[in-house]
């Protein structure tokens, strides 16, 4: 028996990534636009709508399609809700409107006998009546309808053309031959961990250009069977905060600058605070757990560590202190505090407006829980010992890693879903997750869907300094941010390359980077040598080429003591308390406060999507752009990007993007040092010396009117 065949032809979707095998990404309050290449075969007039909806609900929200060129369709709609939604692309041959249309083909051809055509017309409308039955409407159709069958075929006409008819046959349109989009997916039955949700129905007059998938990471050595069903592509929708942010990070160990004795976290106010004050609204911590003794290292990674010395937050775990919650990652290092303690800091940063995002990172001590209750979780020698983790030349001692393929892999994810689970019921929502790339990408689709299911508003950041496959793997699968390849892209050519991808390719679809200046692994070489204006060039570009980004304190106190010939911190605090003067001489908070309140201020820079490269006369100097659809906001940065010596350019100004004539006069307003000037068109000239102002950011106000001796601009 011949199956039936859609009536309509839907492909080339867009966006849909992999085939609808991971979801868009936006954040709530946002647009999705949706393309698709619809067609049929014959001369029907087609319909098509794009229809979306919550996975939960049952009813579709839809809106009509509007035909483009060469069969290529286009529709837009608004997601509103911070949750898991779905979208489709529904197509049928429209026999009213092709009727419509062959009927006045046929007066103007000089058609005499019409009859046939006129009862089919009437037919139509009849048709739409019953399917409106229960409401006004089906009374008005099946008048119209006779006034149809009554009507010379002029009249039947003029009366088709009505367009209060075309609207009724609009609103109950014949959709028993429509074909829907569906995507087929492979769903693996096994006692592995499902990366898919269950579809809804089984395919019915669907139509695709997807590719079958398989579910990734499937284990070896795992019976492993398939079921093809059918389903619809996802959009993740995210809360605001996932796309625009500022995160401070520091260790609560060193929050009051001491060098000898460590913080707790009622002394964590004060850095808080100062944080606020700068603008940032993200609080990170590294991670707050028991600390390890055994192999503890010591300061500058000395495989002894000295009495007093606090050992590396990132080997986890000490079941020998008697915590609450056995000593592992769900418990806090007592040296920091009490859980009374912690969510007293909870409710503080939820006063100021901020948010706390703690490290989860998946590593172990030697006295972890983990080790002595699930020894089978890690990996082993040859002679039965556990493996500590390495980064060749770089020993961990203090850290065994944990196996995720190992026999019991089901019951060590669910473990590490319950830590994340955990956490959220403490109000936490941001995680920093640390080395994703060493785990399996399906795990994260697993941890990340499971616990998006309970509290859909958390948002996971990707620390993969890896592969640039294996980074946009870990976005699509299931993290809201990623970190980049910012940090070491310094050059007007590396930058411009690397945004344009970032933010103008399918990467926006699913790829949020949050661009971090340092961190407590990471000194760039550009800030070990270039000084105070390099900071300064850093953190102008990181505020304003991206909607989230992020510094590691230390940053804005301008700190570049390194290793000999490495990209790491001399002294680094991850083995030892840090002493600082917050307020030290040289510092450039002034300039990050600002940045932040600029960013607030003005709507452009909450947009990812957003970013334009422009042309300037000089290799040295970056030259971009952001604006609103309204072009009521229109910001302009300028960045010397050498810290060592002035340049100047003559800018390009795309005058005409703003709605501007190349002779027109208009005031650009340095936002970081309050100056006014008055450019004409395209070409205008700028300096810009490093150690005294690296950067202009402009905002562009448009000259309206002189009304005595005063200006107006918008």
């Not at 106010?269 to 990170?284: N, T």
């Not at 706390?356 to 890690?378: C, K, M, R």
């Not at 661009?515 to 105070?532: A, C, E, K, S, V």
């Not at 390194?562 to 001489?585: I, T």
């Amino acid at each position: 028996m011949i199956p039936k065949q859609p009536a309509a032809v839907i492909e080339a979707v867009t966006p849909l990534i992999e085939g609808g095998r991971y979801p868009v990404r936006r954040v709530a309050g946002e647009d999705l636009v949706v393309e698709a290449d619809v067609y049929k075969d014959g001369h029907d007039i087609v319909t098509a709508v794009l229809k979306w909806r919550q996975v939960s609900d049952e009813k579709w929200h839809e809106t009509l399609m509007t035909p483009l060129v060469n069969d290529r369709w286009r529709a837009t709609c608004s997601l509103f809700e911070n949750a898991t939604y779905e979208y489709t692309i529904e197509a049928w041959g429209d026999t009213f409107r092709s009727w419509q249309h062959e009927f006045r083909k046929k007066i103007e051809g000089g058609v005499l006998d019409l009859s046939s055509e006129t009862i089919e017309g009437a037919h139509f409308i009849v048709g739409a009546a019953q399917r409106a039955a229960g409401t006004p409407d089906a009374e008005r159709l099946e008048e119209i309808a006779k006034k149809i069958e009554a009507g010379t075929p002029a009249e039947v006409d003029q009366i088709a053309h009505w367009t209060e008819l075309e609207a009724l046959m609009a609103s109950w349109p014949d959709r028993s031959q429509a074909t829907e989009y569906k995507i087929p997916v492979v769903e693996a039955v096994c006692s592995q961990p499902p990366v898919e949700k269950p579809m809804r129905a089984a395919p019915k007059n669907t139509t695709s250009d997807a590719t079958v998938s398989g579910a990734p990471g499937q284990l070896p050595g795992k019976a492993q069977e398939a079921s093809l069903r059918y389903g619809y592509p996802r959009i993740e929708v995210d809360r605001e905060r996932a796309k625009f942010a500022a995160w401070y990070e520091f260790f609560p160990r060193s929050a009051e600058g001491k060098p000898d004795s460590g913080s707790t976290f009622r002394d964590c106010l004060g850095r808080i605070d100062d944080a606020k004050a700068m603008g940032f609204d993200v609080i990170y911590f590294p991670p707050i757990h028991p600390i390890g003794i055994t192999h503890r290292k010591g300061r500058n990674n000395a495989v002894k560590c000295e009495p007093g010395e606090p050992g590396v937050p990132y080997a986890i775990g000490n079941r020998h202190l008697g915590c609450p919650n056995g000593g592992g990652h769900k418990d806090i290092a007592p040296e920091l505090g009490t859980f009374k303690d912690f969510d007293w800091l909870i409710k503080e940063l939820h006063k100021r407006g901020m948010e706390l995002a703690i490290d989860f990172a998946i590593n172990s001590s030697p006295d972890h829980p983990y080790v002595a209750d699930h020894p089978g979780w890690f990996y082993k020698r040859p002679d039965g010992t556990i493996k500590y983790a390495e980064n060749p030349p770089k020993k961990y001692e203090d850290v065994y890693p944990l196996n995720f393929h190992n026999e019991n892999w089901e019951a060590l994810w669910d473990e590490m879903v319950s830590v994340i689970l955990f956490w959220c019921k403490k109000k936490v929502r941001i995680f920093r997750v640390d080395n994703p790339h060493t785990k399996p990408v399906a795990f994260w689709e697993y941890l990340t869907g499971k616990v998006r299911e309970k509290y859909p508003d958390t948002i996971f950041l990707s620390e993969a300094f890896t592969r640039p496959k294996m980074m946009k793997v870990l976005a699509k699968a299931g993290f809201q941010q990623s970190y980049t390849y910012f940090t070491w892209r310094n050059s007007k050519q590396e930058l411009t390359e690397y945004f344009t991808e970032l933010t103008q390719t399918e990467m926006v679809e699913y790829f949020r980077g949050n661009l971090f200046t340092n961190t407590p692994d990471i000194l760039p070489f550009f800030l070990q040598h270039g000084g105070r204006p390099a900071f300064m060039i850093r953190a102008v570009l990181a505020a304003t080429l991206s909607t989230v980004y992020g510094i590691y304190s230390g940053f804005e106190l301008c700190e570049n003591a390194a290793l000999p010939n490495r990209e790491e911190y001399a002294d680094s605090e991850k083995y030892q308390f840090k002493g600082r003067d917050w307020n030290a001489p040289g510092n450039i908070k002034e300039l990050v406060t600002k940045l932040n309140k600029i960013r607030n201020e003005n709507r452009a820079l909450h947009e990812y999507t957003n970013l334009k490269f422009y042309a300037a006369e000089s290799d040295n100097v970056l030259f971009y752009g952001k604006m609103t659809p309204a072009r009521d906001n229109i910001i302009l940065a300028v960045v010397n990007l050498d810290p060592y010596r002035a340049h100047s350019a003559y800018l390009h100004v795309p005058v005409e993007e703003f709605g501007f004539l190349e002779g027109d006069t208009y005031q650009v307003h340095d936002l970081l040092s309050g100056e006014r000037y008055l450019w004409r068109g395209s070409r205008n000239y700028i300096e810009l010396d490093p150690f005294i102002r690296p950067a202009h950011i402009f905002r562009v106000r448009r000259w309206v009117s002189r009304e005595q001796d005063f200006d107006y601009y918008l």
